[in-house]
Nanobody, 117 residues
Framework: QVQLVESGGGLVQPGGSLKLSCAASGTLFSIAEMGWSRQAPGKERESVARTSSGGSINYADSVKGRFTISRDNAKNTVYLQMNSLKPEDTAVYYC???????????WGQGTQGTVTS
């Protein structure tokens, strides 16, 4: 079992930055593929960034060059640094963990990020 708790959301002006954190409980963090997804009002949830246990990283085209995902296995924590934020980045951001070679997948409760002037 993996429990995920996000933090770091908030209100920021366009061009500003936010850093999200996701703390994971349990012993599977080091082998899990970790990611961030977001869901804006009236839209489907979309994957934003993912990082494997081996260090490979993927980003959605819409955030490349602006967002950075990182993980600290010693702290069981994954981060999402969001820079040059735009109003269209406004969404609830969810942390996600997938366990390789299994169907196990876990989600956090979400944290709101709002970009507005």
């Amino acid at each position: 079992q993996v429990q995920l708790v996000e933090s770091g959301g908030g209100l920021v002006q366009p061009g500003g930055s936010l850093k999200l954190s996701c703390a994971a409980s349990g012993t599977l963090f080091s082998i899990a593929e970790m990611g961030w997804s977001r869901q804006a009002p009236g839209k489907e949830r979309e994957s934003v960034a993912r990082t494997s246990s081996g260090g490979s990283i993927n980003y959605a085209d819409s955030v490349k060059g602006r967002f950075t995902i990182s993980r600290d296995n010693a702290k069981n924590t994954v981060y999402l640094q969001m820079n040059s934020l735009k109003p269209e980045d406004t969404a609830v951001y969810y942390c996600n963990a997938k366990i390789p070679f299994s169907t196990r997948e876990y989600w956090g409760q979400g944290t709101q990020g709002t970009v507005t002037s």
